[in-house]
């Protein structure tokens, strides 16, 4: 999508992956310091080495000391474990909570619809069931709690629900949480007896006017001692954010609550697989770990940081504008992340010739889309919907100059098509 690299992050790969290049004086020295510091972390004092399963101590310490400053509560490196980016970590721990059974007896994990199909596909993968709670789109893709109630109640009569999921920022939703929602999750699931995922993969991805993210984990130990033993994951990755770096494969897991046996067996679970990618490690580092104030390397670095989270914010506002502004189409406000996913109105014809086709009617339309302007888009109904309603996710990462384009091409299609099956 044309975003450029951060330059301290691939500078810091580029010497790990090369260690001459500390005798070059094209780096800047707080990049060399960086980097003697990793590698005299890593055994042999090369990225080519296995790490512990748990990911380089020193990276551990880092993202601890990360947590501490984002959260002001302690956190602890051997809470933490590096993974090969957050999917590897949500699939490790889902992992963990099945009960081995069927029918009833089978692990129930609650997920939001719409939903990141990561989750769907590791609930079939392992054999539990999928308990669907739906976001209130009318609200701004709110978390409702009698939703989340009504939810589990149902489920109960098909399974065991150990699991509740929360993405936040939202995916594909782009919804911000406030902190009393947050704190009406947490209780809820206390009093439900649910083991808590938090996605936070987007928490530096916040554009909407007063909204700001709120961590799971801040919200948790706000709630005091009673809280002490509630159990929660939270995730994050160098995917997303302002470094994009989806390719390198590098996150973390932090994990509290968990009794000291439970905590072994994981621990066992996760050195079956090695290590996460030491390169993913080091990545994760630099996230956590940025130039700071007074750096050689900080005034280019806050530059592209800024850069990047300010042209998100601005195509963020573009693209649920210019949606919002079609007949036929209602979008959300993007609050954060990184996509749109408008609600379309689909004509009778269109969804009559769908259902002759064995297709979805917004697959239907997003393929006419692809096909007459070569946008991609993705169909709502890979994400799970409401019955009766369609929609499609779309990512706000094309460069501004690009998007304007593409929303005009989207709008002239949209028109185009509502013509086409008009009743």
């Not at 909407?208 to 005091?224: E, N």
């Not at 897991?253 to 996460?276: F, H, N, P």
Request: proline share 4%.
């Amino acid at each position: 999508m044309g975003q450029q690299p951060i330059t301290f992050i691939r500078q810091v790969l580029a010497i790990c992956m090369d260690p001459s290049l500390l005798d070059s004086s094209q780096y800047p020295q707080d990049v060399k310091d960086r980097v003697r510091k990793v590698l005299g972390a890593c055994g042999g004092g090369s990225v080519g080495a296995y790490t512990h399963s748990s990911g380089i101590e020193l990276v551990r310490q880092d993202v601890a000391k990360y947590i501490e400053r984002r959260d002001g509560y302690p956190s602890n490196a051997s809470d933490i474990s590096l993974t090969g980016g957050a999917s590897e970590g949500v699939k490790e721990m889902m992992k963990c909570l099945q009960t081995g059974g069927s029918g009833k007896d089978r692990a129930g994990v609650m997920i939001p619809i719409p939903q990141y199909p990561l989750y769907s596909a590791t609930i079939s993968e392992l054999g539990a069931y999928q308990i669907n709670y739906y976001l209130d789109e009318d609200n701004g893709w709110a978390l409702d709690i009698k939703e989340l109630k009504r939810s589990v109640d149902e489920a109960r009569d098909h399974c065991d629900p150990k699991l509740l999921c929360v993405i936040n920022p939202g995916n594909p939703t782009g919804q911000v949480l406030s902190y009393e929602n947050i704190k009406a999750v947490i209780q809820f699931a206390k009093e439900e007896g649910l083991f808590l995922f938090a996605d936070e993969v987007y928490q530096d991805n916040v554009y909407a006017q007063g909204a700001k993210f709120h961590s799971f984990k801040k919200v948790l130990r706000d709630l005091g001692e009673e809280y002490n033993d509630f159990q929660l994951a939270s995730f994050h990755s160098c995917s997303k954010g302002y470094t994009g770096e989806c390719g390198i494969r590098g996150g973390y897991v932090e994990v509290l609550g968990l009794d000291e046996d439970v905590r072994y067996q994981i621990t066992k679970l996760g050195s079956a697989r090695l290590c996460s990618t030491s390169i993913g490690q080091i990545v994760m580092d630099c996230v956590v770990n940025p130039p700071k104030e007074g750096d050689e390397s900080y005034p280019l670095f806050i530059k592209e940081k800024n850069v990047v989270l300010g042209s998100l914010k601005e195509r963020s506002r573009m693209v649920a504008e210019a949606f919002d502004s079609i007949d036929g189409i209602k979008c959300n406000e993007v609050m954060g992340a990184m996509y749109a996913f408008p609600q379309i109105n689909i004509p009778q014809k269109a969804i009559e010739k769908a259902k002759l086709r064995g297709e979805e009617p917004d697959f239907l339309y997003c393929m006419e889309l692809l096909e007459e302007t070569g946008i991609c888009v993705v169909p709502g109904s890979g994400f799970g919907q409401r019955e009766g309603t369609y929609h499609f996710r779309m990512t706000i990462l094309p460069p501004t100059d690009k998007l304007k384009i593409l929303l005009q091409q989207f709008k002239e299609f949209h028109e185009k098509f509502q013509q086409k099956y008009k009743d």
